[in-house]
């Protein structure tokens, strides 16, 4: 059964950083397209990053800036997102997703709240 677990969300303080994980288990990763979305509380499921098979593209949104920077490690069969200097406006439930030829399979998604 392909599956994406998700880790690495939590509480931060505006400025911190935190990275998340999403591991893949039941398919190779490194055979699709990995991304990441984003949905505030009262808002749509938006894409935020993505990354190629290979991950030699990058893609972001276009409202996201320079702080977000998304990679992977297909031997570890793992992509991740690394956040910097967040802001309270990032607060949301970060969710993963891996696609491309004909699976489509999302992460449980994880809290990241952005306070002091």
């Known amino acids: 059964q392909p599956q994406l677990v998700q880790s690495g969300g939590g509480l931060v303080q505006p400025g911190g950083s935190l990275r998340l994980s999403c591991a893949a288990s039941?398919?190779?990763?490194?055979?699709?397209?990995g991304a990441w979305y984003r949905q505030a509380p009262d808002g749509e499921r938006d894409m935020i990053a993505f990354i190629a098979r290979l991950g030699l593209t990058t893609q972001y949104g276009d409202s996201m800036d320079a702080r977000f920077i998304v990679s992977r490690d297909n031997d570890q069969n793992i992509i991740y997102l690394q956040m910097n200097r967040l802001k309270p406006e990032d607060t949301a439930v970060y969710y993963c997703?891996?696609?491309?030829?004909?699976?489509?399979?999302w992460g449980q998604g994880a809290q990241v709240t952005v306070s002091s």
């Open positions: 997703k891996a696609d491309g030829d004909g699976l489509t399979v």
């Open positions: 039941g398919f190779e990763f490194k055979h699709y397209g």
